[in-house]
């Protein structure tokens, strides 16, 4: 009489439970945007930073650019690699399974872990943008300033600077019509021989300068603005670049750390390079 061994089937109401557990998840984003946000605070007090709106930027070296940017990768590896390792360690599954599925589950939870961290960043930027561009939107401003004031704000104040002020005068209009000229400086044909001797008669007329003292002032800011111009697109270029790798990285460490959290978890041995017996050699080879 042939005996049939009793085989593992999974119930119904095993099979249906959910196999993302959004409790780890949103703990290791927490902790990874949290420590995220503590090392760019950081970062940015020791002076790393790939732009500032400071005037004073315009001197920083290429060195600090890419230095600033490697911290920026620094860091999300490291706070990406906390959080996914934190939601693979606390993710407990009901459903047994087998090895090759747990790690692929601990994996897939710190890529949601480092998603929603990076959807909490946004968001955080998002807010803290809005919350300038509306203190900084007053009904009693006028709507005449350019693009380029942010930019090139020393550029337009060292073009149109007289030599005495009037009382109450306002220049918002002119030194926005100087600035969308300075823009054009940055471009393939620079600015025109028209844009230019209307920048002379313009400043002539501000400051008051002789003909050829304006058009020195005039030729100086073009220059210097098309110098501000290309560090900005640079540092911007390094930050976008820096970004994406930053992101990018951190979704890999994220899930290659969940991975290890789970193991860990699971009882497996850690690393050798982590154990404290792995540095017995090296204690016992130093000179007493």
Do not use: C
Request: hydrophobic residues 50%.
């Amino acid at each position: 009489m042939n005996v049939l061994e009793p085989t593992s089937i999974p119930t119904l109401a095993e099979s249906s439970q959910p196999h993302i557990r959004w409790t780890p998840i949103l703990l290791g984003a927490a902790v990874a945007a949290a420590l995220s946000s503590i090392m760019i605070a950081f970062g940015t007090s020791v002076g790393l930073g790939v732009s500032s709106a400071a005037p004073t930027w315009r001197d920083a070296s290429a060195a600090l650019a890419l230095l600033s940017g490697l911290y920026l990768i620094i860091q999300a590896a490291i706070s990406f690699g906390v959080g996914g390792y934190i939601a693979g360690r606390t993710r407990v599954d009901v459903v047994a399974a087998d090895a090759a599925s747990t790690e692929l589950r601990d994996s897939l939870h710190g890529l949601a872990a480092w998603a929603v961290a990076v959807l909490m960043g946004l968001g955080l930027v998002a807010l803290v943008g809005g919350a300038a561009l509306n203190r900084s939107a007053s009904p009693l401003t006028t709507p005449r300033s350019s693009a380029a004031e942010p930019l090139l704000s020393y550029e337009l104040d060292r073009l149109l600077r007289p030599a005495r002020r009037a009382s109450n005068a306002d220049l918002s209009q002119e030194r926005a019509e100087a600035g969308r000229i300075l823009l054009a400086s940055s471009s393939r044909s620079g600015v025109s021989a028209d844009d230019r001797t209307y920048l002379v008669q313009l400043v002539g007329a501000i400051t008051s300068l002789p003909g050829a003292e304006a058009e020195k002032r005039v030729d100086a800011t073009i220059a210097n603005s098309e110098r501000a111009i290309a560090h900005s697109r640079r540092s911007g270029v390094i930050l976008a670049f820096s970004l994406a790798t930053a992101l990018l990285l951190g979704a890999v460490i994220s899930w290659a750390a969940a991975a290890a959290g789970g193991r860990h978890r699971d009882g497996a041995p850690v690393p050798h390079w982590l154990r404290a017996d792995a540095l017995a050699p090296i204690r016992t080879s130093r000179p007493s």
